[in-house]
């Protein structure tokens, strides 16, 4: 059985960082998509991140672009999350996901398996 797990998420203050941890026990880690994916309280979950094999390819979200740095190390099977300056707005619970298909998308239901997420919030 597949089994994304996430950790590293806390409470920390505006301007801190963090880095979330996803460990992925995926026989064939290195061909799958990985992304981050957070969600607040009350709105759907949206796209932070995503690493994808070819050419080690990455793309962000707008809103994290230069702040947040997704990275994957394939011999331990983990995905990681660098997030520096945060922001209250950043508050959310943070999923890892995998992508069978080795290409971009920011799309949810692109994604076959999924953490149970970690909760990152944010204080002002």
């Known amino acids: 059985q597949v089994q994304l797990v996430e950790s590293g998420g806390g409470l920390v203050q505006a301007g801190g960082s963090l880095r979330l941890s996803c460990a992925a026990s995926?026989?064939?880690?290195?061909?799958?998509?990985m992304a981050w994916f957070r969600q607040a309280p009350g709105q759907e979950r949206e796209f932070v991140a995503i690493?994808?094999?070819?050419?080690?390819?990455?793309a962000y979200a707008d809103s994290v672009k230069g702040r947040f740095t997704i990275s994957r190390d394939n011999a331990k099977n983990t995905l990681y999350l660098q997030m520096n300056s945060l922001n209250p707005e950043d508050t959310a619970v943070y999923y890892c996901?995998?992508?069978?298909?080795?290409?971009?998308?920011?799309?949810?239901?692109?994604?076959?398996?999924w953490g149970q997420g970690t909760q990152v919030t944010v204080s002002s």
């Open positions: 996901a995998a992508r069978s298909r080795n290409y971009y998308s920011r799309i949810p239901a692109d994604y076959v398996y």
């Open positions: 995926l026989r064939t880690f290195s061909t799958y998509a």
């Open positions: 690493t994808w094999t070819i050419l080690g390819s990455t």
